[in-house]
C-alpha cells in the first residue's frame, strides 16, 4: 500500500517488515555473529481511533514490537510511518518532534514515576519540555487531566507511593494524555492490577478513546483482557505474526492453531460452552534460534512435512482475516 492509499484509509500507524534484532552479547571472537530475533519481519496497520490488540505468550516480541514503533528501539530492518510520515531513522529535532505523538503506558507505573516529584510534577513535566513553562497554564492543564483520569484535584500534591496500583496507572495514564498524542502503545496496562480494578482501568482507557478519538496498540499476554479493548486482534509468536483479524472472527472462529489453543486455555465459566483445551506441547524455542520453515512446526498438532521446510505468509483467508498456515494454502479448501 503506498503513501496516498493509507492516507485515503485514515491508516494512522503502517508498520512494514519490521525486524528488531538483538546482539547476543559476550560471543568469543571467531564466534559467527548470532542475534535474538525478537521481532522477524511483521507488518501491520493501525487506523485511527482504532485498538490494535496484540498477544502471544512471554518472550514473542510484543513489548519489542511496541518500542522499536516508539523509537525506543531502532528497528534492525523494515518502516514505520506514522501519519503518512517515515519514522524509521528519524534523529534529533525531528525525532523529539515526532516522540511528542507517541506516547507509552507501561505495566508497572510506579517504576516510572519519580518517586521524589509531586504527581502534578510528573504529569506536568512532557508539558512543560514541549508547549509552555507557564506555571499557570500548566497547573490548569494537569488538573484537567486529573480530572479526566479519575482523580482527585489533591492528588496533585501528593507523591506515588501514597496511591494504589490503579491509582498510580491512572497517573501514568494522565502523563501519556498530557502531549494529546496520536498513538499510545499500552503495554500490558492491567496485568500487574487486582482482576476487581483491571476493568475500571480498561473503562476508563476506552471512555478516552471515545472522547478524543485515540488509537492504541494495546499489548497482553492475555486473550480475555484484549478482547474487550481491541477492535482487531494481532497473534504473535516468535518474532511474528500468525493471525490477524477483528476481534469477533479471532474469538468465533480462529484459524491459526496456534491461536485456536491460546483460546482453549481461557477458562469459561458456562460449562455448556467449554471445549477441550488444546496443549501446546514443549516449550517456545530460543528466539536466537529459530525453527525453519513454520515457527510453530515444533509444537503444532497439525504439522506436515512441507511445514519443516518453508515458512507460510499471512495472508487473507476470508475478508480481514489473515493467516499464516499451511494448512490454509488453496484457501483452506485443502
Ligand atoms: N534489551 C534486550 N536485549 C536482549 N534481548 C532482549 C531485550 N529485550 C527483550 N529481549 C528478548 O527478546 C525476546 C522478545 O522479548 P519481548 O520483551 O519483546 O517479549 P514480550 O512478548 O513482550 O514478552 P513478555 O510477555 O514477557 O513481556 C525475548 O527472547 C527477550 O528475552
Ligand atoms: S504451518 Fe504447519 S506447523 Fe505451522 S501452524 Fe500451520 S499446520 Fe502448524
Ligand atoms: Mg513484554
Redesign the pocket.
Known amino acids: 500500500m503506498n503513501i496516498v492509499d493509507s492516507r485515503k484509509q485514515d491508516i494512522l500507524l503502517d508498520v512494514r517488515n519490521l525486524k528488531n534484532y538483538?546482539?547476543?552479547?559476550g560471543q568469543l571472537f571467531g564466534q559467527s555473529s548470532r542475534s535474538?530475533k525478537?521481532?522477524d519481519d511483521i507488518s501491520f496497520t493501525i487506523r485511527r481511533g482504532e485498538t490494535l490488540g496484540l498477544v502471544?505468550?512471554?518472550?514473542?516480541?510484543?513489548?519489542?514490537?511496541?518500542?522499536s514503533i516508539l523509537r525506543l528501539?531502532q528497528p534492525t530492518a523494515g518502516k514505520i510511518f506514522l501519519d503518512g510520515k517515515d519514522i524509521t531513522h528519524l534523529t534529533g529535532y525531528e525525532l523529539r518532534r515526532v516522540r511528542k505523538d507517541l506516547q507509552m503506558v507501561f505495566?508497572d507505573p510506579f517504576a516510572t514515576l519519580n518517586p521524589k516529584h509531586m504527581v502534578g510534577d510528573i504529569i506536568a513535566e512532557p508539558i512543560r519540555n514541549y508547549e509552555t513553562k507557564n506555571k499557570q497554564k500548566l497547573k490548569k492543564q494537569v488538573l484537567q487531566l486529573l480530572e479526566r483520569v479519575g482523580l482527585p484535584k489533591d492528588a496533585y500534591y501528593k507523591y506515588a507511593h501514597e496511591f494504589s496500583g490503579g491509582q498510580r496507572q491512572r497517573i501514568g495514564i494522565a502523563r501519556a494524555l498530557a502531549l494529546k498524542p496520536k498513538l499510545i502503545v499500552a503495554?500490558?496496562p492491567v496485568s500487574a492490577l487486582d482482576v476487581s480494578v483491571q476493568s475500571q482501568i480498561l473503562n476508563l482507557l476506552k471512555l478516552l478513546q471515545e472522547e478524543d478519538q485515540l488509537t492504541y496498540l494495546f499489548?497482553a499476554?492475555d486473550l480475555s483482557v484484549v478482547k474487550h479493548m481491541s477492535h482487531r486482534i494481532g497473534v504473535?509468536y516468535l518474532?511474528n505474526i500468525v493471525e490477524m483479524a477483528d476481534s469477533a472472527s479471532v474469538y468465533s472462529n480462529p484459524l491459526h492453531p496456534y491461536t485456536q489453543a491460546l483460546l482453549s486455555a481461557i477458562p469459561e465459566p458456562d460449562p455448556r460452552k467449554r471445549k477441550d483445551r488444546i496443549e501446546i506441547k514443549g516449550d517456545i524455542p530460543?528466539?536466537?534460534n529459530p525453527p525453519p520453515g513454520c515457527p510453530f512446526h515444533p509444537r503444532c498438532h497439525h504439522a506436515m512435512f512441507q511445514c519443516s521446510l518453508t515458512k507460510p505468509k499471512l495472508q487473507a483467508i476470508k475478508p480481514g482475516q489473515l493467516v499464516a498456515c499451511h494448512l490454509y494454502d488453496n484457501g483452506g479448501r485443502g
Open positions: 538483538y546482539p547476543i552479547k535474538i525478537a521481532v502471544g505468550e512471554s518472550g514473542c516480541g510484543k513489548s519489542t514490537t511496541g518500542k528501539n505495566q503495554d500490558e499489548i499476554h504473535m518474532g530460543s528466539p536466537s
